[in-house]
């Protein structure tokens, strides 16, 4: 295994995040870019920290997200850079949020306890269209008569929202993070999730 100094592995891991679709982990790094190098892995994790705090004043954060490492915009920059793209962020529908909230929350769910606790029933087309943002998927069948598909969210949601894992959810009763997580607070509707 060749060996690699500290500046020369700083600057592949930045380039390495910079150019990854996805987020990546130490060990994604480990088993690619750096896998012709002896590393290890608190070697890796020390320079994604160094990193971490070398971005924090910048307009561009390496953040972790869905168990890997991004570069992303500040947040605080949003509203000017958003004068870059044409399109408008799509707006979605009440039940929309709240049947990805209770998938969310709840997860694994059926469709038919999702439409126990919104007390109406929910269109095929709301779960297509969460599906096919590939923020819900199916991950099994509850044993059960007529074996329903049980839906919970994905990474690409976790990334979508700029979590590292569900465990960072805001509390059901924060009605301020489910805004912001979600953009719609609880005065616009009534929510049994609430």
Request: aromatic letters at 8%; a negative charge.
């Amino acid at each position: 295994m060749n060996r690699i100094g500290d500046d020369q592995l700083k600057q592949l891991i930045e380039a390495a995040l910079f150019v990854a679709e996805q987020p990546l982990s130490a060990r994604q790094l480990k088993e690619t870019v750096l896998a012709e190098f002896q590393v290890s892995p608190a070697r890796i994790n020390a320079v994604l920290a160094d990193l971490e705090l070398d971005y924090r004043p910048r307009g561009i954060q390496l953040v972790k997200v869905a168990g890997g490492y991004r570069f992303q915009s500040h947040p605080d920059l949003s509203p000017q850079l958003s004068a870059l793209w044409q399109e408008r962020s799509p707006r979605y529908s009440r039940a929309l949020l709240e049947t990805l909230a209770l998938i969310a929350y709840r997860q694994p769910i059926t469709r038919g306890e999702i439409e126990r606790v919104r007390g109406v029933s929910v269109g095929a087309n709301l779960i297509r269209t969460l599906t096919e943002r590939g923020w819900v998927r199916i991950v099994g069948h509850k044993e059960v008569p007529g074996r329903p598909a049980l839906y919970a969210t994905t990474d690409e949601f976790l990334q979508y929202f700029c979590l590292d894992s569900l465990a960072e959810l805001p509390p059901l009763e924060d009605e301020q993070a489910l805004q912001a997580l979600f953009g719609q607070s609880a005065a616009d509707t009534e929510s049994p999730i609430h």
